[in-house]
Structure formats: C-alpha cells, structure tokens
C-alpha cells in the first residue's frame, strides 16, 4: 500500500500527531502538536525542520473531535492531507489479546470499549479519535498499536497478583503500560549497544504519567504499572500504589461511592494532591511552599525505591535511561534520583546533566546513564508498517 502514514497520539489534554512517508523506515515528513485543549487550544506544526504553524487554535476549551478536526484542518491547509493512506493510533489498553499492532475493525473496537474502565482518563480519548480518523479519512487503514503491547512477553510471574487463580484467569494481572515510549527507548538502545540494548536496564519514564520499565538485552522484564494505570509511581495527579485497606476504609467509614473514589485516584492525588497547589513538576520545584518541596522529596523517595526494587529483579544495574517530560527537561530531578541510586553504581556528572547531554554518566561509570528523549509516534509508525506488511496482499489493495 503505497501513501502516507498519519500518527495520532490522544492523551486527555493533548493530541500530537505525525506524518511518515514508507520505506525500509518511516521517514518524518510533519509532526505536531494540539496542546491544552482543556483551557486555551494551541497548535504547532513543524514541516521539516521549519515550524509553519504555532498559533492559538481555538477560543476556550474543546473536545477531542474538535481538536482533531483542527490537526486534519492544520495539515490540509499545508497540502499534507491527501495522501494518507493509513492512520495510526496509541491505544493505551490492550488486554491480554492484543499484543502487536491491528487494523481497527468494528469488532475490534468493540472489544477495545470494553476495556474503558481499567484505562478511563485515556481510553474514551483513544477511541474517539479513532471514529473520527475514520469519518475524515473513509478510505484509509486505521491501525492501533497499544501501550500495553511491548510488556506482553514478560515473564509471567510478574503479570500476577496474589488473588485467587480463577480472578487472574478472569483477566485481573498486570497489563503495564507507556509500552510505545518503553519500544522506542528499546530501539535506541539497540542503536547506541548492539543487541545487548543496555543489558540490564531501568528506564525511568516520568511525566504527568509515571512508570518505571525493568528491561533485558532490550526486553520488558518487570515494570511498575499494572492492571490500571494507577499503580506504581507517585503521578502528577494520580495516587500511584497505596494499601488497598485505604479504599476499603473510604467506603465504609466515609460512605465515597466509587465515582468519588475514582476521582480521587486519578484526580485529586499525587504530585496535586500531596502538594496542594500543583500536579505540575515545575511549578512545584519553583515554589518555595514546604508542602511544594514534602511532594517533590516524596515523589524521589519512592521513585527511588522503585528504582531498587526493579534492579533487584535485575541482578544489578547497567542502564538508566531518563525520558518523557519530567525526565527528558528536569536536572533537578535526574540528578536526585541518581544520588538515591547511587548505591547501585549511578554517578551523574552534574555538567553534562545540567546541559542535557544525551550521556549524563561520568566516563568509566559502571551505570551508563542516558537522557533519551521520548518519540511514541515514531514507535506507532513503526507499528503501522509491520501492521500493513500482514494485513496488505501486494497483488491485492484490500485490506483484510
């Protein structure tokens, strides 16, 4: 199938987006972004290496369909609209059944709908963007490619909760999640370490959502998200793990029914929650408010254990790779988290962290320590590829 390659990235304020030309490798023609959607939309558009559109976009807060009709609108309005022969998505929640890239059918998106509630700030978005691709563009393959995905082939040991078997058989293990930005951090590795890709590996993805990846010659191993996107790390606005005994005592105690639960979860807590005045890393590290700095120290401490715990599943530590927003612009917080790693053999080379070199490890450091910056839509691209290589018959422009 000849034509271009449209990435669409939906995250719950924000949707980025790219444009591919095919080869042995999609090569970037366009990318962009649609931020804050929820308060003051703007757009920008780089064709190249020059940057055509960054503007207002709208007046006020809009929805997801808006937003993508704009980027639809944005590219048009560049000639960059009429070739696209498929669309790519990021699908946070696969399931236990999807686990490679696939054409998005009625069927599949039913199953996909299914899995709203174990991904709500993300999944409704997700499919959206979907239905709407696929009324802008009739004629063109939509592919998913899920965040859950590059986790799948982890041992099974870490995908299991200590709950009856007949509940892990019902589909209640760990999924894992940020599976995009872990397979292009995986490739980069690859590129920069042969097929060792780091050997032992932690990358620290750390943004408004947070997670750690524990990674082998390249391969998931263990990570700390899990059946939702709530547990592990300490988020911007989300709890991370907490003591389930925690749930129970707000139902019975305090009568929360399950909406203000979730809200609380997802919306209320974390960086936002412990801080009171932001979820937002940098306005918290700029803040003299003490409760500013509890969250910071709290966010560092347990990142860091986590960070111990996933090179105990390792056997030792030869990577640690920073990427995603707080990870790819914070010094501040790179530097910290290497001191409280620092027993596994992390020395950050506080010059070249301050810069932002890709290489923040002193010389002769027994951790090699990268600043890698994060590129899901590169990942998706890939994605769309090998998808259309299985599903397109050469001799045949159908898709099946």
């Not at 696929?134 to 995905?149: K, M, S, W, Y």
Request: charged share 20%; glycine share 12%; with cysteine.
């Amino acid at each position: 199938m000849t034509g271009r390659l449209l990435v669409l990235n939906a995250g719950s304020s924000s949707l980025k987006f790219a444009l591919f030309d095919q080869g042995a490798q999609p090569v970037r023609v366009a990318a962009g972004n649609l931020s804050r959607i929820g308060s003051a939309p703007w757009i920008t558009l780089r064709i190249g290496d020059e940057v055509t559109q960054d503007r207002s976009a709208a007046e006020g807060r809009i929805d997801l369909r808006t937003a993508a009709a704009l980027v639809f609108d944005a590219l048009d309005a560049e000639g960059l609209f009429g070739r696209i022969c498929a669309v790519g998505h990021r699908v946070v929640h696969g399931g236990a059944k999807f686990t490679a890239p696939v054409r998005l059918d009625a069927s599949v998106l039913g199953q996909l709908e299914a899995l709203v509630p174990l991904a709500p700030l993300h999944q409704p978005h997700n499919l959206a963007i979907v239905n709407f691709a696929g009324e802008r563009l009739p004629h063109a393959v939509q592919i998913g490619c899920f965040d859950t995905a590059f986790h799948a082939q982890r041992p099974r040991i870490d995908t299991l909760y200590p709950l009856p078997r007949d509940l892990s058989e019902q589909g209640l293990i760990a999924y894992g999640f940020h599976g995009l930005s872990y397979a292009h951090i995986a490739a980069r590795l690859r590129e920069l370490d042969g097929e060792k890709a780091g050997g032992r590996a932690i990358v620290a993805h750390l943004g408004s959502g947070s997670s750690l990846c524990a990674m082998e010659n390249g391969a998931s191993m263990a990570t700390t998200m899990g059946f939702s996107a709530l547990e592990g790390l300490m988020m911007a606005t989300r709890c991370g793990s907490i003591d389930p005994g925690i749930l129970l005592h707000m139902i019975e105690a305090k009568g929360m029914t399950v909406p203000q639960i979730s809200d609380l979860l997802y919306s209320r807590s974390g960086l936002l929650g412990v801080s009171g005045i932001s979820g937002d890393m940098q306005v918290l590290i700029e803040s003299d408010a003490p409760e500013a700095r509890e969250a910071i120290d709290l966010f560092i401490y347990r990142t860091g254990r986590a960070i111990g715990s996933l090179a105990a599943v390792l056997s030792g530590l030869d990577t640690l790779v920073f990427t995603a927003g707080i990870g790819e612009n914070s010094a501040a917080i790179r530097q910290r988290l290497g001191n409280a790693s620092a027993w596994l053999g992390v020395q950050i080379d506080t010059d070249a962290n301050r810069r932002g070199d890709a290489v923040i490890s002193p010389p002769g450091s027994a951790v090699m320590v990268y600043v890698i910056p994060a590129d899901e839509e590169l990942a998706i691209a890939e994605g769309m590829l090998a998808c259309l290589q299985t599903c397109i018959d050469p001799g045949d422009h159908s898709v099946r």
